[in-house]
């Protein structure tokens, strides 16, 4: 799953600080493989979190989290424009 974010620069500290609350207890989650954030080096205040789980379901428990609840919540207010998220399969990749 790839999730991308543009933060009003403004906001940056703020999303900053939310994207660590989220981003540190996510990889402790069942299901979870990896759990990373990182800033677009051309675009600043662009950000994606890749993320890789096991299955669709522990994206559900995950989604269900009160950190990730919190986020998800408070971050749209942070934005210039709304989240785009893109998730993928890996089964259906060649050679995964």
Do not use: K, R
């Given at each position: 799953m790839h999730a991308y974010f543009k933060v009003e620069p403004q906001q940056r500290q703020v999303f900053l600080d939310q994207?660590?609350?989220?981003a540190e207890p996510s990889p402790a989650e069942?299901?979870?493989i990896s759990?990373?954030?990182f800033?677009?080096?051309k675009q600043p205040n662009t950000f994606v979190f890749v993320e890789k789980w096991k299955e669709q379901a522990a994206i559900g428990v995950h989604?269900?989290?009160a950190?990730?609840?919190n986020f998800i919540n408070i971050?749209?207010?942070l934005l210039s424009e709304?989240?785009?998220v893109q998730l993928f399969d890996a089964s259906e990749i060649k050679g995964a």
């Open positions: 994207a660590n609350l989220v069942e299901g979870n759990y990373e954030y800033e677009n080096p989604e269900a989290t950190h990730f609840q971050v749209p207010g709304p989240i785009q």
